[in-house]
């Protein structure tokens, strides 16, 4: 079907009209009032366009979302509806606080401007609302109509105003007028028929709680300039500076979340069907648009945005050109991450989405703490460097290797150290890639197991510990033709494997050198040993002695107990730096091993700190970031573990 027939090139052309109107508003206030008096508009502007993007556009996903999975049906679920409700009624209640709280500093005293933030969040909850409901109807032409007519409406009442009362607090009386267009479309009362994408709808607030984490530190980063500014020391000109040249710049991205309605339904239905591969072409390509679209912007900023912001709203409000170059640099960026964004949330895996953009917020702030230019130039730096942290982490978190999303229950939840361990493995795994059966000595409670049958792996596992046994049996349930024993390895196999894996197993064998030589018996011709252990003897503390551990090692004594059990080929990598230390720090700390024997402390070992099904997915947050950091330390010993493998000689 053409785009233009499915309403997609009716949002587009609302969303240009958006745009201009952006604008316009912009150049009429500004000249109507001064670079003074256009100071509390601006303010009221960015506290409004915060909320809304914070709160009230993470409703719009939730809402569009939900239909879209449920076939265009809103069931009478009372947890959906409060957890829309919620965030609506808390957006009107902190922008009157807020707007309360600062009215000597911002708006001159005036009381008007509290019931003013009230009435305009007020009728953006309800737009979102219907906003919501067109999209998820796919009702994408009436989407269009209703952002154009508040757009035009917009135009009209601040011209109006212009041409009769142009003043601040008249300006500021209408603005709560436009959103109120949507209800044009009667968003509500149109039933459309769908095809139901999944049985199982979430209802809980949980996703959306972390979506509007996410957002919240997005747009602390976009949309904050003209509060930071002003709370760092600026002037009211400074404020009134950074709001014209942030807005000028951030057209593209504040219109383009009328986009979000039309992207969105067709990313939920791919990751509804577990169409992976082209979510990540998605990520990918949008990713190396963001780097286009900076360079681009950037080089537009400098070259023309000083010379664009003085003829359309005076010279009063005229940046720098290396601000202006920030600026154009950083909503390129951030025009990218606003539609990575919408892969996550589609995939209903908005809590990595928060970890990035809490992650993206810290080094933004940082930035801004450590550089020591005036305010403006400040917080632009910020800006550019939040963007482009966030915009990283969003491809790598969609596009790291094995990152295929299964069912949840069908992979138990790993640690932290084991996630950090994880990507060397996997490329260990991958020097073998036709490898097809696979046996694990000592899977404990089964993280890796499951993530071996769920490659395609042939399974046999041996778990002496009767309670670890139970944990990886249950792990493994839903897989067919997985062998799993609750005994100790036999010393002679009944039959090879192409790969035998032993993961924080060796250190708990008091002759190790004896046990690696009967691993070899396992592994076919040709086939691969991969292991993990703790590293450095220096670093043996309490956790260790809780753990069972006899030892730890160190690279050279792998090599040759590789060698000496007949392998060759050996390949080590350190894993844990830097995160690792930190985290050895902490275990360390909490460690009471009195009381207890090694063979029992090794028995519980497999329990200790295990994160729960509900934690999982903020363990894997944590640790993603610093795959790239410790890859670039993986041929040092500075970490504080080992991953090895090694081949059998000869020809399977």
Do not use: C
């Not at 993206?360 to 917080?379: D, H, N």
């Amino acid at each position: 079907m053409s785009p233009y027939r499915d309403g997609t090139g009716a949002i587009i052309a609302a969303t240009a009209l958006t745009a201009l109107a952006v604008y316009l508003f912009q150049v009429i206030v500004g000249r109507s009032l001064g670079v003074e008096g256009f100071a509390p508009l601006g303010v009221l502007w960015t506290i409004s366009f915060m909320v809304f993007t914070v709160l009230y556009l993470p409703v719009e996903q939730y809402v569009t979302r939900r239909l879209i999975l449920g076939g265009g049906r809103w069931s009478s679920d009372q947890r959906a509806s409060l957890t829309v409700a919620v965030p609506l009624m808390a957006g009107v209640v902190i922008g009157g606080v807020f707007v309360l709280a600062t009215l000597d500093r911002f708006f001159e005293g005036n009381p008007v401007f509290v019931l003013v933030i009230i009435a305009l969040l007020a009728t953006r909850s309800g737009s979102v609302l219907g906003r919501g409901f067109l999209g998820g109807r796919r009702r994408f032409h009436a989407y269009g109509a209703a952002i154009a007519l508040e757009a035009i409406v917009m135009v009209s009442l601040i011209t109006l105003v212009a041409l009769i009362q142009p003043t601040t607090v008249a300006f500021a009386v209408v603005m709560p007028i436009a959103p109120l267009a949507v209800f044009v479309t009667r968003p509500f009362s149109t039933t459309v028929e769908l095809p139901v994408l999944s049985d199982s709808i979430p209802a809980g607030s949980a996703g959306l709680g972390a979506l509007v984490i996410a957002t919240a530190a997005s747009q602390m980063i976009l949309a904050s300039g003209p509060v930071v500014v002003g709370f760092i020391g600026g002037t009211a000109a400074a404020i009134s500076v950074i709001f014209v040249t942030f807005t000028l710049f951030r057209g593209p991205v504040t219109s383009s979340y009328n986009l979000v309605a039309r992207v969105l339904p067709d990313f939920t239905a791919l990751a509804a069907v577990d169409d992976e591969r082209q979510l990540d072409r998605w990520a990918v390509g949008i990713g190396m648009a963001g780097v286009a679209m900076a360079a681009l912007f950037g080089v537009l900023g400098w070259l023309l945005g000083p010379r664009v912001i003085e003829v359309l709203y005076g010279g009063e409000f005229v940046p720098s050109q290396l601000v202006a170059g920030l600026a154009g640099a950083a909503v390129g960026l951030a025009l990218a991450s606003l539609f990575l964004n919408q892969i996550y949330v589609a995939r209903g895996d908005t809590p990595r989405l928060a970890v990035i953009w809490i992650t993206a917020l810290l080094v933004s702030v940082l930035t801004l703490v450590l550089v020591s230019e005036e305010p403006v130039v400040r917080v632009a730096v910020a800006f550019v460097v939040g963007e482009a942290a966030a915009m990283v982490l969003l491809v790598a978190g969609s596009t790291l290797p094995r990152r295929r999303r299964i069912s949840a229950g069908r992979r138990s939840p790993m640690t932290i150290s084991a996630h950090l361990r994880y990507p060397a493995i996997k490329r260990a795994l991958a020097s073998m890639p036709d490898a097809a059966s696979i046996t694990e000595i000592g899977p404990g409670r089964g993280a890796m197991a499951s993530r071996l049958v769920a490659a395609g792996y042939d399974y046999v596992g041996f778990e002496p510990d009767i309670e670890s046994f139970h944990a990886t049996e249950a792990a493994l349930l839903s897989y067919g033709g997985v062998k799993l024993h609750n005994t100790l390895i036999p010393d002679d196999p009944d039959q090879r494997s192409d790969v035998v894996v032993a993961f924080e197993v060796l250190e708990h064998i008091e002759d190790d050198a004896q046990a690696v030589a009967g691993w070899f018996r396992w592994v076919r011709p040709g086939g691969l040993l991969v292991i993990s252990v703790p590293a450095h003897q220096r670093r043996f503390g309490e956790w260790d002695v809780l753990a069972g551990h006899y030892r730890r090692y160190e690279r050279e004594q792998l090599i040759a107990m590789f060698e000496n059990a007949g392998f060759v080929a050996a390949e080590i990598r350190s894993v844990g730096f830097p995160a690792g230390l930190l985290l050895e720090m902490i275990r360390n700390r909490i460690a009471d091993p009195a009381g207890s024997t090694i063979e029992e402390r090794t028995a519980a070992s497999g329990g200790q700190l295990q994160p729960t099904t509900r934690s999982a997915w903020l363990t894997a947050s944590v640790a993603f970031p610093f795959y790239p950091v410790q890859r670039a330390f993986e041929r040092t010993d500075l970490g504080t573990g080992y991953v090895a493998w090694a081949r059998r000689p000869g020809e399977g």
